[in-house]
């Protein structure tokens, strides 16, 4: 087991020093200006300080006007958007130009956390350089990827000598990704889960029943919590404030080994998604 935090103010550290939370708000799809500004009051006021999206998402100029109209500080908030596939596949200037796209959107003067969004063999490299000059020039805290295999994280530290702070994956207990969790984990690369309730698919799990009733929980808050205590961050996208409040409410107790075993013991590295857009254009 790894430390479980037991607060949902308690922060992970990237190894270049960054406090990332552990929890945050995923927003994928999450459009309408209303419900995202509800779903990011809802998640403030539970406590989240972590909010999760992308150029893709088309919904950047939507989260910073929320944060701006519910009058929370830009300190007071970690913010991760993601570099699209496209303008990697574009080069060195067009992903500097796409950074300062989603700063404008945002309405921000700087990024917590910036991950390529996908791997796109041939242009990722020419991609993290371009990060790796944002990180050095103080307008991102932090730099990443999300769905990279050890091959192609190792492809970008052995061109750069910089290695990502966190990798943001699907994992949930259909998927749990060891192998590549292992691997982050000694390279000292947070690893993030998104999708992490399947799409609704978690109830499913008929296995999770029984470890949700002797907790007093839901099915989904003993996944959230099984992530946390594998070492795992998690971003649950959610537009209910309901929801919301349920999915931060998993600071107040702990699987036990047994527990986090037969979770562990679902796996069969399934994916919930469709396949993914590498080395594709984006629609």
């Known amino acids: 087991m790894h430390y479980a935090p037991k607060s949902i103010h308690e922060t992970t550290k990237l190894y270049n020093g960054v406090e990332m939370p552990w929890l945050g708000l ?84 700087y990024l917590d956390l910036y991950l390529i969004h996908w791997p796109q063999n041939g242009y990722s490299v020419t991609a993290w350089k371009a990060l790796i000059k944002l990180l050095q020039d103080g307008r991102i805290r932090a730099i990443g990827v999300s769905n990279f295999s050890p091959a192609q994280i190792d492809e970008l530290a052995e061109a750069t000598g910089i290695l990502p702070a966190v990798n943001q994956i699907e994992r949930h207990p259909w998927r749990r990704q060891q192998p590549l969790i292992d691997y982050c984990r000694s390279k000292g690369v947070q690893v993030e889960a998104y999708s992490p309730l399947m799409r609704g698919r978690f109830h499913e799990l008929s296995e999770l029943a029984a470890i949700a009733a002797r907790h007093d929980k839901t099915m989904a808050q003993i996944i ?39 979770i562990n013991a679902l796996d069969q590295d399934r994916s919930i998604l469709g396949p993914p857009p590498v080395n594709e254009p984006s629609s």
């Open 26 to 109: 995923g927003v994928y799809k999450i459009d309408q200006p209303a419900t995202l500004t509800g779903a990011i009051e809802a998640a403030f006021k539970a406590g989240y300080r972590r909010i999760d999206t992308a150029s893709v998402y088309e919904n950047e100029q939507g989260v910073g006007q929320a944060i701006r109209r519910l009058g929370i500080g830009r300190d007071s908030i970690f913010i991760t958007s993601k570099l699209w596939n496209d303008h990697q596949k574009e080069g060195y200037d067009a992903s500097m130009q796409a950074f300062e796209d989603s700063l404008e959107r945002l309405g921000m003067d």
């Open 224 to 262: 959230l919590r099984w992530d946390l205590q594998t070492g795992v961050a998690v971003i649950p996208k959610s537009s209910h404030a309901e929801r919301i409040r349920e999915n931060a409410d998993i600071f107040d107790f702990e699987l036990s080994p047994t527990e986090l075993e037969a």
